[in-house]
C-alpha cells in the first residue's frame, strides 16, 4: 500500500531509442517493465545475484516504448509491504509512467546503455571487459543499476539516459 507519492521530474515529448527491459506483468491498464534487479542484464551474459538499483516502467497495455512519442514521469513511493516472514516494512523506492504525448516531434531522446565486466582470478586466463558510453555532455542519468556475482568477479551495469538530441551510443572492449 502507498503511503505517500510525489513527482519528482516530468519529461514531455520523450522518444525512446531503445527499451530492452523485462516484462514482470500485465495489468488492466498498464504493462510493468522491469529495469535492474537480481538477474537482470541488457547483453544477457555475466547477471549476479547481488544488486543495486530496481526500477518499475509503467507503460500503457497494448502499447510498445519505442513506438511513438511519451510523456515520461520519474515517481517516489513511500510504501508499507510485508516480507516472507510476515513482517511489515516501509520502503522508499523510485519508478517511472509513461503516457501518451500530445506532440508530433520529439524534444527528448531516452535510451537505455550499459556494460558487463568478468576477471579471473589472480589474472591467469582471458579478461572481458565491455561498456557503452555517450560522448555528450548535456546527457543526464535518470537511474542506474548494477549487478554482480557474490564473488565479484563479474557482473553487469546499466544506465537510463536522456538528453534533448539523439543519443549516439559508443562502445569499447571486447563483445
Not at 52 to 57: H, K, L, V
Not at 66 to 71: F, Q
Not at 85 to 103: A, D, N, T
Not at 115 to 122: A, C, D, Q, R, S
Amino acid at each position: 500500500m502507498a503511503l505517500e507519492r510525489k513527482v519528482l521530474e516530468v519529461y514531455e515529448g520523450v522518444k525512446f531509442q531503445n527499451f530492452p527491459l523485462v516484462e514482470q506483468k500485465k495489468g488492466k491498464n498498464s504493462t510493468i517493465w522491469i529495469f535492474g534487479g537480481r538477474y537482470f542484464s541488457l547483453f544477457g551474459v555475466w547477471e549476479g545475484v547481488e544488486y543495486s538499483g530496481r526500477y518499475r516502467f509503467h507503460v500503457p497495455s497494448g502499447k510498445l516504448a519505442t513506438d511513438g512519442i511519451w510523456n515520461l514521469r520519474k515517481m517516489w513511493e513511500r510504501v508499507q509491504i510485508t516480507d516472507a516472514q510476515g513482517i511489515r516494512k516501509e520502503l522508499e523506492r523510485e519508478y517511472f509512467v509513461l503516457e501518451p504525448s500530445e506532440l508530433d516531434t520529439p524534444r527528448f531522446f531516452a535510451a537505455f546503455i550499459g556494460g558487463y565486466y568478468k576477471w579471473t582470478f589472480l589474472g591467469v586466463g582471458r579478461d572481458r571487459d565491455f561498456r557503452q558510453y555517450v560522448d555528450d555532455p548535456t546527457v543526464m542519468v535518470l537511474a542506474s543499476i548494477s549487478n554482480s556475482c557474490r564473488s565479484g568477479r563479474y557482473g553487469n551495469f546499466a544506465n537510463f539516459v536522456i538528453a534533448s538530441n539523439p543519443i549516439e551510443v559508443q562502445s569499447m572492449g571486447v563483445k
